[in-house]
């Protein structure tokens, strides 16, 4: 090839501004940072640290969401474009749980005060047993036949996506509410570094995620099942050659994988709140982890997530006060840093 | 060619004559409303759609970036022509410069997007494509300079097309366009790039060992694309005469989807049939009672329905009616390509 010279050096030149990309913006954070409201984290180094736990704790419930969707990918092969759906149906599904268990008048939204622990816990049970359902449901009924047709069944899960989001408009209504916490967990907590007093539900949320993290390892490392889901990731056919219900396996994943998501709403809705939108939101979110980490990985979910976590947080406080506006750039930015190193993703790895 | 292909060829020679003819008299046919409005709408959904599907058809690329591009080149030539008492730039332009740069901005945005997806395949890229465009569409939500929640309004549309004046002028000018851009991607369809495209799509392994840059083709093809795209949403905003980040929210995406997917992902054909069907079930809906509030449950049900029964579309039907030779379902195309990284390094 006559141009494979220049095209060597472009390569290079492409690197170089790869690597600039990558490099600058800690730099920036750390040293320069002028005209933000904190300031370079070498002077201000309790704000650095708080923006660091904003954007793991934001990490942790993007995997939360995330690992249900690249499970039932890395099993199934289906991009299930319900996700953010199942997501804002699971954190509605807990709000009126909620708001029925708590009773009176709660046309302005409860106080933690008035919420027991239990009467989160339940309400989050709830939500996610109703998205694990419908999920099941879903996959029964309109992707079991499908297996294979990718394309298809991606378009299946988005026509189901619009009708959901469509019935929780009805149903719901398309004002703003939020779950909220149990006044257990509704504190500031003293962290005893810098003397930062730090929101607890941020570090139960930063709690969920590592127990999630650490029961799906568990599970699909060292269980019976989670070899067999593992084993299908690899080869479904030899899988089920050796005489392994292979569609239970399925209907497992999907469950877990909705339950999954339906969870993460619960958590979105007590940490932030639930409106049509939402759902698109969240599942921007699952994609972009999912296209960092590589679909189907359970590291890479965890790594896309932290990477997103701390890039949204650290853009949002670390741009200068005019410009925070532009923070939905730096998405695209890590997406397209990502994508030019790895098509596949971080972890990825063709089928 | 066999004699059923050619009965088939015939039928759709008659059908589309037909609706050219209908579409050329269609304003002494119908009432203004339908002219202006209805079938305006159609037109350029159509010419959206089409991009969609010249990527899918031609090009194996189900992309949901196309309303993003869209609507790059509907805020850019808001920016650039209004000039006052409304959200952006407001930079005041003249029509004509404001058009080849809202249309050359789109380009180069698609060109970006390219580059970045073109060496995903199948699920990979539509994923990649719809992360694009719901970035986009937070971009101009988000970014207060150049449009912010609410949009930009009163964006001027060029004399001669001034609906008081002339209420049917728009609906010719979207009506040609919307041609020459059918003509056009029919043209490159059948071009030296529109023929290595086609073999991409069949098979990028063997077309990369024959010395064709597969990435580059994609790459290019996105941006043609793109570009087809960009000039339905200069369409559709002298139509509407503003536009907002909910324009091109993800419910416009799947909007646009759930046309081409009505009208058939494989003939370009099936963009302005299924903008066809989706403006009239728009239209109808908002006369029933029931139906009216939830249209978007009933436009959710009538792709399911579409997907689990006529994966081809209406097309698909059309052309099983007209006993062509069964075509191969393109949702099993992407399957076999699904998730593989099938170009080699260099």
């Given at each position: 090839m006559t141009g494979f010279a220049a095209y060597g050096s472009l390569r290079h030149v492409g690197r170089a501004v790869l690597l600039?990309?990558?490099?600058?913006?800690?730099?920036?954070?750390?040293?320069?940072?002028?005209?933000?409201?904190?300031?370079?984290?070498?002077?201000?180094?309790?704000?650095?640290?708080?923006?660091?736990?904003?954007?793991?704790?934001?990490?942790?419930?993007?995997?939360?969401?995330?690992?249900?969707?690249?499970?039932?990918?890395?099993?199934?092969?289906?991009?299930?474009?319900?996700?953010?759906?199942?997501?804002?149906?699971?954190?509605?599904?807990?709000?009126?749980?909620?708001?029925?268990?708590?009773?009176?008048?709660?046309?302005?939204?409860?106080?933690?005060?008035?919420?027991?622990?239990?009467?989160?816990?339940?309400?989050?049970?709830?939500?996610?047993?109703?998205?694990?359902?419908?999920?099941?449901?879903?996959?029964?009924?309109?992707?079991?036949?499908?297996?294979?047709?990718?394309?298809?069944?991606?378009?299946?899960?988005?026509?189901?996506?619009?009708?959901?989001?469509?019935?929780m408009l009805a149903h719901y209504g398309g004002v703003a509410q939020d779950i909220s916490w149990p006044g257990t967990f509704d504190k500031f907590v003293n962290l005893h570094v810098e003397g930062i007093q730090y929101t607890m539900t941020r570090l139960v949320i930063l709690g969920f995620g590592l127990v999630i993290g650490a029961l799906l390892w568990f599970w699909l490392q060292k269980t019976r099942s989670g070899m067999v889901i593992r084993a299908g990731v690899d080869d479904r056919d030899m899988v089920s050659a050796m005489g392994i219900n292979i569609q239970l396996t399925f209907a497992i994943a999907f469950v877990i994988g909705s339950a999954l998501a339906g969870f993460g709403g619960v958590i979105g809705g007590s940490f932030a709140s639930l409106a049509p939108g939402v759902d698109a939101n969240w599942l921007l979110n699952s994609l972009v982890v999912v296209i960092i980490g590589g679909m189907g990985s359970l590291g890479g979910a965890a790594i896309g997530s932290l990477l997103l976590g701390l890039t949204t947080n650290f853009a949002a406080a670390y741009l200068p006060a005019n410009y925070t506006y532009y923070s939905i750039i730096f998405t695209f930015v890590l997406l397209a840093i990502v994508l030019a190193i790895r098509p596949l993703g971080l972890f990825g790895r063709p089928a | 060619m066999n004699s059923s292909a050619r009965s088939r060829l015939s039928a759709d020679r008659i059908a589309g004559g037909i609706f050219v003819v209908l579409a050329v008299f269609a304003p002494l046919i119908f009432t203004e409303y339908w002219v202006a409005t209805l079938l305006t709408q159609m037109l350029f959904l159509g010419v959206v759609a089409a991009s969609l599907i010249f990527l899918s058809a031609y090009g194996g690329m189900v992309s949901l970036a196309q309303v993003s591009l869209y609507g790059v080149a509907g805020f850019a030539l808001g920016n650039l022509t209004t000039n006052g008492n409304t959200k952006g730039l407001n930079l005041g332009w003249a029509e004509a410069p404001a058009i080849v740069v809202a249309l050359l901005i789109a380009v180069l945005v698609a060109f970006v997007f390219g580059a970045l997806a073109s060496r995903s395949y199948g699920i990979y890229f539509l994923m990649i494509t719809l992360v694009f465009s719901v970035i986009a569409n937070l971009f101009f939500g988000q970014v207060t300079s150049v449009s912010g929640f609410g949009g930009i309004s009163g964006i001027p549309i060029p004399d001669f097309l001034s609906r008081t004046a002339h209420p049917d002028r728009l609906y010719f000018v979207t009506l040609a366009v919307a041609l020459l851009v059918y003509a056009l991607l029919r043209y490159v369809a059948r071009t030296p790039f529109g023929l290595t495209l086609q073999g991409i799509r069949d098979d990028p392994v063997r077309m990369s060992s024959l010395g064709y840059n597969v990435t580059l083709h994609r790459m290019l093809a996105f941006a043609f694309a793109g570009f087809i795209a960009a000039v339905g949403g200069i369409l559709f905003v002298w139509w509407n005469a503003q536009i907002a980040p909910s324009t091109i929210g993800l419910n416009a995406t799947i909007d646009v989807l759930v046309i081409a997917v009505i009208g058939g992902l494989y003939r370009l054909e099936g963009a302005w049939l299924g903008a066809l069907v989706f403006v009239l079930i728009n239209n109808y809906a908002q006369d029933v009672d029931l139906v009216s509030e939830r249209f978007h449950t009933l436009i959710g049900i009538v792709f399911l329905v579409i997907v689990l029964v006529s994966p081809n579309g209406l097309i698909g039907l059309w052309e099983r009616i007209t006993a062509g030779p069964r075509r191969e379902l393109p949702m099993d195309i992407t399957q076999e390509r699904g998730s593989a990284e099938p170009t080699p390094a260099g």
């Open positions: 600039a990309l990558v490099v600058f913006p800690v730099i920036w954070v750390l040293f320069i940072a002028s005209g933000t409201s904190f300031g370079p984290a070498i002077d201000d180094p309790k704000d650095f640290l708080i923006t660091l736990l904003n954007g793991l704790t934001a990490a942790a419930l993007y995997f939360v969401v995330a690992s249900g969707f690249t499970l039932i990918f890395g099993l199934m092969r289906v991009v299930n474009m319900a996700h953010g759906a199942f997501f804002l149906l699971g954190g509605y599904v807990a709000l009126r749980t909620q708001r029925n268990m708590v009773g009176g008048d709660a046309g302005l939204g409860l106080s933690s005060a008035q919420v027991s622990l239990a009467q989160w816990v339940v309400p989050a049970l709830a939500g996610v047993a109703v998205v694990a359902g419908v999920g099941l449901i879903m996959q029964q009924l309109f992707l079991r036949w499908n297996q294979g047709q990718d394309l298809r069944q991606a378009l299946i899960t988005i026509a189901i996506a619009i009708i959901l989001a469509d019935q | -």
